[in-house]
């Protein structure tokens, strides 16, 4: 992941073309949130729910907690479909449990999201979370994959972020704000190449509070693999939250080339 900045030359985008990208979001958005009752059929079993296909894929390893977050839209911690509905979530397997009804053993329900502490081999699998209100039912899937500790493969955990050569650049530490617990005293660890990063390597610059690490001065010798460590107290017990990422570097030219092809396609589309 890189800073943002804006060029100062080269084409600049007009105004219409703004105002058509607006509404081509706006178009999707709306399409998406107003699905119509002769689409989703007022049904109050699962299977006969609309199925809206699966949100994503999350890897996690063994022994720590896992999150699968509602794949349906959201304003603040409230659905955005209705005021008056509800939310599930269950395991796709022969049983179909409802998972998270009730505070108890390793999996619960907060806002919506679906928790389990922690997280085992076993809990590997498709979820499938419906929401439901009067007059619609739908569902949607989410796959977990969680890892064995001895099977677990850097390739397979890692996240992509992108970093710029010949100038400053950052990592983020994904996927870990259900977890932050006290943002302004927060220490997350870095780590590159299972080597821990201090504020001796004057490479690096890792500020207390912060998601970030910051590299002064990004080059080929920046590539690696990079983990960041959050620790997560729950019940008195202590868990380390890990994400890994295998940032790709590209040149500054590279991403000159990458930001014309993609005004290209903007202006070719519009």
Same mark, same amino acid.
């Given at each position: 992941?890189?800073?943002?900045?804006?060029?100062?030359?080269?084409?600049?985008?007009?105004?219409?073309?703004?105002?058509?990208?607006?509404?081509?979001?706006?178009?999707?958005?709306?399409?998406?949130?107003?699905?119509?009752?002769?689409?989703?059929?007022?049904?109050?079993?699962?299977?006969?729910?609309?199925?809206?296909?699966?949100?994503?894929?999350?890897?996690?390893?063994?022994?720590?907690?896992?999150?699968?977050?509602?794949?349906?839209?959201?304003?603040? +911690?409230?659905?955005?479909?209705? %005021?008056?509905?509800?939310? #599930?979530? /269950?395991? !796709?397997?022969?049983?179909?449990?409802?998972? *998270?009804?009730?505070?108890?053993?390793?999996?619960?329900?907060?806002?919506?999201?679906?928790?389990?502490?922690?997280?085992?081999?076993?809990?590997?699998?498709?979820?499938?979370?419906?929401?439901?209100?009067?007059?619609?039912?739908?569902?949607?899937?989410?796959?977990?994959?969680?890892?064995?500790?001895?099977?677990?493969?850097?390739?397979?955990?890692?996240?992509?972020?992108?970093?710029?050569?010949?100038?400053?650049?950052?990592?983020?530490?994904?996927?870990?704000?259900?977890?932050?617990?006290?943002?302004?005293?927060?220490?997350?660890?870095?780590?590159?190449?299972?080597?821990?990063?201090?504020?001796? +390597?004057?490479?690096?610059?890792? %500020?207390?509070?912060?998601? #970030?690490? /910051?590299? !002064?001065?990004?080059?080929?010798?920046?590539? *690696?693999?990079?983990?960041?460590?959050?620790?997560?107290?729950?019940?008195?017990?202590?868990?380390?939250?890990?994400?890994?990422?295998?940032?790709?570097?590209?040149?500054?030219?590279?991403?000159?080339?990458?930001?014309?092809?993609?005004?290209?396609?903007?202006?070719?589309?519009?």
């Amino acid at each position: 992941m890189q800073n943002h900045r804006f060029l100062d030359t080269g084409p600049q985008l007009s105004v219409s073309c703004l105002q058509k990208l607006f509404g081509f979001f706006f178009f999707f958005y709306a399409l998406a949130v107003n699905i119509s009752a002769s689409s989703i059929q007022p049904e109050k079993s699962t299977e006969n729910c609309q199925y809206l296909g699966m949100y994503f894929k999350k890897f996690r390893l063994e022994g720590e907690p896992v999150v699968l977050n509602s794949p349906f839209p959201k304003l603040g +911690n409230r659905v955005l479909f209705t %005021l008056h509905s509800d939310l #599930s979530w /269950h395991k !796709n397997d022969s049983e179909k449990t409802v998972l *998270g009804t009730h505070k108890s053993g390793r999996t619960w329900m907060k806002d919506n999201a679906l928790w389990i502490l922690p997280a085992t081999p076993e809990d590997t699998g498709t979820y499938i979370c419906t929401f439901r209100n009067e007059s619609y039912c739908a569902t949607m899937s989410v796959e977990l994959k969680v890892f064995k500790k001895s099977e677990a493969s850097l390739q397979n955990l890692s996240y992509q972020q992108v970093l710029i050569t010949s100038s400053a650049g950052y990592l983020v530490c994904p996927d870990i704000d259900d977890f932050i617990q006290d943002k302004n005293n927060m220490e997350i660890k870095w780590y590159k190449d299972a080597v821990l990063l201090d504020q001796s +390597n004057k490479m690096f610059s890792i %500020l207390k509070g912060s998601v #970030s690490c /910051h590299i !002064n001065n990004v080059s080929l010798d920046s590539s *690696g693999y990079y983990t960041c460590e959050l620790p997560f107290v729950y019940e008195g017990v202590t868990y380390n939250i890990t994400r890994h990422i295998n940032p790709r570097i590209i040149s500054k030219y590279g991403q000159y080339l990458i930001f014309r092809f993609f005004l290209f396609l903007f202006v070719f589309v519009f």
